[in-house]
T-cell receptor, first 112, second 113 residues
Framework: NAGVTQTPKFQVLKTGQSMTLQCAQD?????MSWYRQDPGMGLRLIHY???????DQGEVPNGYNVSRSTTEDFPLRLLSAAPSQTSVYFC???????????FGEGSWLTVV | GDSVTQMEGPVTLSEEAFLTINCTYT??????LFWYVQYPGEGLQLLLK?????DKGSNKGFEATYRKETTSFHLEKGSVQVSDSAVYFC????????????FGSGTRLLVRP
């Protein structure tokens, strides 16, 4: 049972570099989302998707892009990394509205 | 907009002590309420949930009751263990967007032997 799988687990970037955080789920979940976790602030929603081909912005979308070409995958792209994007990123998924939301193990990103 | 407020941590207890972590919420309509737990170096795991007023969620000795009149969902455990040391997050999801969670800031619990 893989569940929600995120890669990489740790990454250090230089300011201005781009990268993609990968997220995959093997539970045939329709809903997927990305959150960031910052000290003292809990988790905040970046982007979400309610199905393949459909994405929308969350609370803190600036500086991030997403796409959902398949049900299984929901990558998060940082176009030009900034130190303010240093955070822990969590991918999450759920089957449908009202079902339990499952989280990946997190990706620790540092931008220097 | 919707929001969740949790008591600030850290909360430090001795083993077998009683635990309460307060959580209150602001939301329109009737949200679902959750407690998630994050052990050191790990992702979030759902601990328990409640989907309507007066529902009690319970798991692993933890419980919380959905109190609409006080807009609260306090987490309790009668006797904590060292292994309960973690960060606990209260969260809500709205009825019309239940795939999105709004989190509180988290409360760190440290249980001493």
């Amino acid at each position: 049972n893989a569940g929600v799988t995120q890669t990489p687990k740790f990454q250090v970037l230089k300011t201005g570099q781009s990268m993609t955080l990968q997220c995959a789920q093997d539970m045939n979940h329709e809903y997927m989302s990305w959150y960031r976790q910052d000290p003292g602030m809990g988790l905040r929603l970046i982007h979400y998707s309610v199905g393949a081909g459909i994405t929308d912005q969350g609370e803190v979308p600036n500086g991030y892009n997403v796409s959902r070409s398949t049900t299984e995958d929901f990558p998060l792209r940082l176009l030009s990394a900034a130190p303010s994007q240093t955070s822990v990123y969590f991918c999450a998924s759920s089957y449908t509205s009202g079902n339990t939301i499952y989280f990946g193990e997190g990706s620790w990103l540092t931008v220097v | 907009g919707d929001s969740v407020t949790q008591m600030e941590g850290p909360v430090t207890l001795s083993e077998e002590a009683f635990l309460t972590i307060n959580c209150t919420y602001t939301a329109t309509g009737y949200p679902s309420l959750f407690w998630y737990v994050q052990y050191p170096g790990e992702g979030l795991q759902l601990l328990l949930k409640a989907t309507k007023a007066d529902d009690k969620g319970s798991n692993k000795g933890f419980e919380a009751t959905y109190r609409k009149e006080t807009t609260s969902f306090h987490l309790e455990k009668g006797s904590v263990q060292v292994s309960d040391s973690a960060v606990y997050f209260c969260a809500l999801s709205a009825r019309d967007s239940s795939y999105k969670l709004i989190f509180g800031s988290g409360t760190r619990l440290l249980v001493r032997p």
